[in-house]
């Protein structure tokens, strides 16, 4: 039996790909906070792995990003990129 996203590890082992997307709210019409988790817990089967007061930031299989898209109109929808390392640089008082 093959699972859609999964990779088949030998008999009944199965790993899930998944990508971390950021789910940012951008209009105040829009789901609140809560109802969003929910569609994506819900109808993308993701995790939430951390939350703020508009944003939250979870795991769901790269098909369910387009559903998350389609569920929440008037929130950001983005796969998280790779971390950059912004150097800081110095005042100086001149």
């Known amino acids: 039996m093959n ?4 990779t088949q590890l ?5 790993i899930r790909s998944v990508v971390r997307v950021i789910v940012l ?27 703020d007061d508009e944003a939250l930031l979870v795991e769901v ?5 387009d559903v998350l898209r389609v569920e929440l109109q008037g929130w950001s929808v983005m796969p998280q990129g790779s971390r950059t390392r912004i150097p800081l640089g110095r005042l100086r008082a001149t």
């Open 61 to 65: 299989e790269p098909a369910s990003i």
């Open 25 to 51: 709210k951008s209009d105040e019409q829009a789901l609140s906070l809560e109802e969003a988790a929910g569609v994506v817990t819900g109808a993308a089967n993701g995790q939430i792995i951390s939350r």
């Open 10 to 14: 030998g008999q009944g082992c199965y």
């Open 3 to 6: 699972r859609a996203g999964s």
